[in-house]
């Protein structure tokens, strides 16, 4: 399978545990996104990297979430201290440089903070 | 925050029947893409119109863009069941050095078969 690839499908944490999520790329992409989802909502943009530099962070990410791409390949996103405000599903997107380009997106990985 | 608002929110119609959506955005841009997106799963990459065209086609598919009222509509022909699905728009904004696409709020679609 060449397509993005996110882990794990589903987390359920308890409130003020730390849960990191992975995501893999396709191999050739050097952009990757991160982008939050919530019931009935479209994706909202998290935070974005160019190889292994992260470009732009959106507002929503608070300082209990951090991401990093070691080495622009595999990204993980983490949150500290959950809380039930997190439960969301958190997608991953990876795309090639250049303008007008698509995103491919991965399956995204659901949290629920009970 | 969500660039853009799509309209219906919800719409069901019966099979063989087309639907559209429409989309509103606010800032300038490079390009608009709709994208599809199955209950529980990931988004999936439907056509993308850059902001110098007018009209595009893709097998069952027509999108429309007009920059002068930043709107751009999604048809879908001939619908099927397996067309249900969410579908949003997303754009490359211009101006605001947005790097990411941002997407709409969507529009759920439902074919009755």
């Known amino acids: 399978d060449t397509g993005v690839s996110q882990n794990p499908r589903h987390k359920i944490t308890k409130r003020g545990q730390n849960v990191t999520f992975r995501c893999d790329p396709i191999?050739?992409?050097?952009?990757l996104y991160w982008y939050r989802q919530t019931l009935g909502q479209g994706p909202e943009f998290l935070t974005y990297?160019?190889?292994?530099?992260?470009?732009?962070k959106s507002r929503l990410l608070s300082d209990r979430f951090s991401a990093e791409r070691p080495k622009g390949s595999f990204s993980t996103l983490e949150i500290q201290r959950t809380e039930q405000g997190d439960s969301a599903m958190y997608l991953c997107?990876?795309?090639?440089?250049?303008?007008?380009?698509?995103?491919?997106f991965g399956q995204g990985t659901r949290l629920t903070v009970v | 925050s969500q660039q853009g608002e799509e309209d219906p929110q919800a719409l069901s119609i019966q099979e063989g029947e087309n639907a559209t959506m429409n989309c509103s955005y606010k800032?300038?841009?490079?390009?608009l893409q709709w994208y599809r997106q199955n209950s529980g799963r990931g988004l999936v990459h439907l056509i993308l119109?850059?902001?110098?065209?007018r009209e595009k086609h893709s097998g069952r598919l027509r999108v429309t863009l007009d920059t002068s009222k930043k709107s751009s509509s999604l048809l879908i022909t001939a619908s099927r069941a397996a067309d249900t699905a969410s579908y949003f728009c997303?754009?490359?904004?211009?101006?605001?050095?947005?790097?990411?696409?941002?997407f709409g709020s969507g529009t759920r679609l439902q074919v009755q078969p």
């Open positions: 997107a990876s795309s090639p440089l250049g303008q007008g380009t698509e995103a491919f």
């Open positions: 191999s050739e992409h050097n952009r």
């Open positions: 990297f160019q190889n292994e530099a992260q470009l732009e």
């Open positions: 800032t300038s841009i490079n390009n």
């Open positions: 119109i850059r902001s110098n065209e």
């Open positions: 997303a754009t490359d904004e211009d101006d605001t050095g947005r790097r990411a696409l941002t």
